[in-house]
């Protein structure tokens, strides 16, 4: 099944609704990057947050980064994802596996609760705007949330879902519900959603159980007349890195090392961190990069 993400507006424009299925993206970058089921979980989370991050902006060339350094073993989250519908992202430490908890797979436990939360909007006109918020407990939707309080003054509430079994990726999925700026002072309103979603059986339950998204957001949204969005939009993991982009990322590296590469190893092999695809550049390709540099040094 595909992908997707669809969107609703609610209490007559005041509330704006997300919600994604991922299933085949968290599948797709576990494969890549080899990643454990808590590995999964959180690389999962991260770039599911993203692309609903993502919904919120403009220009169709947004894209919104999100990375997370805590203290915790999987090390530094990234995720990086687009209003074109693709994501793309890694772990620190693929490897590392925790022992579940009562409530799942221990993603807070492999974030860490300390360290820092960082956003990027980018809307591909000006400049960036990057937010910096420290983190509280690691949970990737409360991080989330956290910083569009903080930052963006958007009271919201976000509901991230990956659910692993011997399969494979069984489900994965994600909601956010923000007050528009004219709801942004009613405090009844984001109760009553926090206490919806608090009541809410876990969100990988529903959706194992069967529930469409569709069902899964009207019934948060029940008595607020929610009206779906007609266009839903296919996600995907995709990556941005092609053979010459890694050509021009070795240019860095100057001409005594590039030579060096070839007279060692015979190439370069470039590992691209965001989709673990494998790049090899032979000594031809090294040797044009090394004529190319010469020349343009020649004129300058
Ligand atoms: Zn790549």
Do not use: W
């Not at 919904?55 to 209003?83: C, E, H, W, Y």
């Not at 659910?163 to 528009?180: H, P, S, T, Y």
């Not at 941005?240 to 090392?257: M, N, P, Q």
């Amino acid at each position: 099944m595909v992908d997707i993400m669809i969107r609703a507006i609610a209490a007559r424009g005041g509330i704006r609704a997300v919600g994604i299925t991922g299933r085949a993206l968290v599948a797709e970058a576990r494969d890549r990057h080899n990643l454990s089921a808590v590995g999964s979980a959180a690389l999962g989370q991260a770039m599911i947050a993203t692309l609903l991050l993502s919904s919120s902006m403009k220009s169709p060339q947004s894209r919104v980064s999100l990375q997370i350094l805590g203290n915790g073993p999987i090390g530094t989250v990234f995720a990086d994802g687009g209003l074109d519908g693709t994501v793309r992202g890694f772990v620190e430490h693929p490897q590392v596996e925790l022992a579940p908890t009562d409530r799942g797979l221990d993603v807070a436990g492999a974030i860490g609760k300390e360290g820092i939360l960082y956003i990027i909007r980018d809307e591909g006109k000006d400049m960036p705007y990057t937010s910096t918020v420290e983190l509280i407990s690691g949970e990737v939707s409360q991080e989330v949330v956290h910083y569009l309080f903080t930052s963006e003054q958007t009271p919201s509430v976000m509901l991230l879902g990956v659910f692993i079994n011997e399969k494979g990726i069984d489900v994965a999925g994600g909601i956010l519900l923000q007050l528009m700026p004219q709801e942004a002072e009613n405090e009844a309103l984001i109760t009553l959603l926090e206490e919806r979603i608090k009541k809410l059986d876990s969100f990988s339950s529903l959706l194992r159980a069967g529930k469409t998204l569709q069902s899964i957001l009207f019934d948060l949204l029940e008595g607020l007349e929610p009206q779906l969005l007609p266009y839903s939009q296919p996600l995907r993991f995709a990556c941005r890195c092609s053979f010459d982009r890694v050509l021009g990322a070795l240019r860095i590296l100057g001409v005594a090392e590039l030579k060096d590469m070839i007279e060692k190893d015979n190439g370069a092999e470039v590992t691209c961190q965001f989709c673990n695809t494998v790049y090899r550049a032979d000594r031809i390709d090294l040797g044009k990069i090394i004529m190319n540099m010469q020349a343009e040094g020649a004129t300058s």
